[in-house]
């Protein structure tokens, strides 16, 4: 049972390394990411042992295959590897705007709604705001920052609007800003009606 949760930490360590380093800040070990976010393998695997992190191409495909997110991506030779979003660094990932369903979700904390109802979603140092194609993912990803709160987002009203969206290969819904009115709380409390402002996020025809 020790040697289990000892590994299950490792990884849950490394995974944390790989996050950091490939969506954020790969100066910290002198890493490459080209301009669509991908290190060359054997680089990272040199630049992490030269910081103090024990790291082989097993281990990183391991860590890669097992990821609850899904969060990394392996080129299909396996020479390459980046994170699939989540960036706070400049990276084209090559998406393409695509038609979302109706219903999108978004897992919070509690105390995160009062500032949601003024502001709406906010990308924050992130290239996106980053959406659940179902509630029980929501409520997931919520519990890792508190008491657990699901917002529903009317994307199809979004769409209509000149909203435009993207999606993972990992099936994570992206978008640059959701305003509070497009927002159904759990509470049943919408977002003041009137005249909406104007949206710099938005698509102009």
Known sequence: MAARKGRRRRKQSLSRFLSYVL?????AIGLTLDRQGWA?????LERARSAGVPLDRATLRQVVAENDKQRFALSPDGERIRARQGHSIPVDLGLLPVQPPEFLYHGTARRNLPSIRRQGLLRGKRHHVHLSPD???ALQVGRRHGEPVVLRIRAGEMHRDGYRFYLTENRVWLTEHVPPRYIDFPDGESPPSGAAPQDPWKETP
């Open 23 to 27: 969506r954020h800040n790969p100066d």
């Open 40 to 44: 060359k393998v054997d680089e990272l």
């Open 135 to 137: 509630e029980a993912t």
